[in-house]
């Protein structure tokens, strides 16, 4: 099955972007960033940034990030998935990446949240951003959930944000 992912989250204060692979099957149904409950990702950053990004409404989350100049998007805009898994990701159509300078010209930062969108990695390294790789905030990588938050708080407070 064909799945679509979002628009990106980034305005022209975004000074670091956080890339996703594709949106699981219930944010797609929720038309939300990390809508599935059981991805840490809310936690995860609102920790980095000190705020409770769990707790609130959806678009006050949004709000937020925006606040502390940070953007959210995907490294995929479209792909044949069934389920939710990185994994089953198939015919992939990348995202287009070319007019970011354009669209957040303060962007310094590209964090990957996870392998599969970190394998894409090298691409944004070559448009000239600084770019790092976090540890997926997947449910299903909660068994290194110190070593992770830890992770994913260094990024977030060596920005200077």
Known sequence: MKKRGFSPVLDENTEIMVLGSLPSDE???KQQYYGNPGNDFWRLLGGALGEALQE???ERRLESLKKHGVGLWDVFKASRR???LDAGIRDEEMNDFSKLKERAPELRLVC???KKA???EPLLRKL???T???PSSSGANRRYSKKRIQEWKTVFKS???
């Open 118 to 120: 970190g394998e894409y």
């Open 132 to 134: 790092k790789v976090l």
């Open 82 to 84: 069934e389920g939710s």
């Open 56 to 58: 609130m409404e959806y």
């Open 159 to 161: 920005s200077n944000l």
């Open 27 to 29: 944010s797609i149904r």
């Open 128 to 130: 000239g951003y600084e």
């Open 112 to 114: 990957f949240n996870g």
